[in-house]
């Protein structure tokens, strides 16, 4: 039987995941805003080939915000949407994963390329509490003029600094600052911009 790790806390496991703190996805509330996720982008993934301009307003709908001249090419595959900002005139290339139990702001100008995964939550690395499902998540902060090169993965907490260049196929672990060329894996600096 799964220890409770939650039996002083009186919150609700959505509670404690808008929180930041650890919290079992089994809570209905969290599973209907995740249903609604995924039928507003299956929606948007429909509309957008016939019309990307009246796909716009489920995006919109989807996402906490969205910047005047941002495009979002489908499909998108979201947690929650809500959680998620895009800047103006930011590109983001098909198949993007944006996991956004906690924040993900993506700043102005930005090119997001194909296949991009930004991934905010976490698990415990001792077995135990991962057995018994425990997670939380990191914020996921990328500033303006950022391009994200094909495949880039960006881990839980990472901030990405403006105008900086992430290497095709990179796995970002840690900060990285303004105005550098980042590559590998993990990903580091290589040169200044």
Same mark, same amino acid.
């Given at each position: 039987?799964?220890?409770?790790?939650?039996?002083?806390? @009186? /919150?609700?496991?959505?509670?404690r995941?808008l929180?930041?703190?650890?919290y079992i996805?089994d !809570?209905p $509330?969290?599973?209907r805003?995740?249903q609604?996720?995924?039928?507003?982008?299956? /929606?948007?993934?429909a509309?957008? #080939?016939?019309?990307p301009?009246?796909a716009?307003p489920?995006?919109?709908?989807?996402?906490?915000?969205l910047g005047?001249g941002? !495009? *979002?090419r489908?499909?998108?595959y *979201?947690?929650?949407?809500s959680n998620?900002a895009?800047?103006?005139?930011t590109? =983001?290339n098909?198949?993007?994963?944006?996991l956004?139990v906690?924040?993900?702001t993506?700043?102005?100008d930005?090119?997001i390329?194909?296949n991009?995964?930004l991934?905010t #939550?976490?698990h #415990?690395? $001792?077995p135990?509490? /991962?057995r018994d499902?425990? $997670?939380?998540?990191?914020?996921?902060?990328?500033?303006?003029n950022?391009w994200l090169?094909?495949g880039?993965i +960006?881990c839980?907490? +990472?901030?990405i600094? !403006?105008n900086? &260049?992430i290497g095709?196929?990179a796995? &970002?672990t840690?900060?990285?600052p303004a105005?550098v060329?980042a590559?590998g894996? @993990?990903?580091?600096p =290589? /040169?200044?911009?």
């Amino acid at each position: 039987m799964p220890t409770d790790h939650f039996a002083d806390d @009186p /919150r609700t496991n959505l509670e404690r995941m808008l929180a930041g703190d650890l919290y079992i996805a089994d !809570d209905p $509330e969290i599973a209907r805003r995740q249903q609604n996720a995924m039928r507003l982008a299956a /929606r948007y993934q429909a509309a957008y #080939p016939e019309d990307p301009e009246a796909a716009r307003p489920l995006l919109a709908e989807l996402l906490d915000s969205l910047g005047a001249g941002a !495009d *979002v090419r489908p499909p998108l595959y *979201v947690d929650y949407g809500s959680n998620i900002a895009i800047g103006a005139r930011t590109f =983001v290339n098909y198949n993007l994963t944006a996991l956004d139990v906690a924040r993900i702001t993506v700043g102005e100008d930005c090119q997001i390329g194909p296949n991009v995964q930004l991934l905010t #939550p976490t698990h #415990p690395v $001792e077995p135990e509490p /991962r057995r018994d499902k425990l $997670e939380a998540a990191l914020p996921i902060t990328i500033g303006n003029n950022v391009w994200l090169g094909g495949g880039v993965i +960006v881990c839980p907490g +990472v901030t990405i600094g !403006d105008n900086s &260049v992430i290497g095709a196929g990179a796995v &970002v672990t840690k900060d990285i600052p303004a105005n550098v060329v980042a590559v590998g894996n @993990p990903a580091r600096p =290589v /040169r200044e911009l």
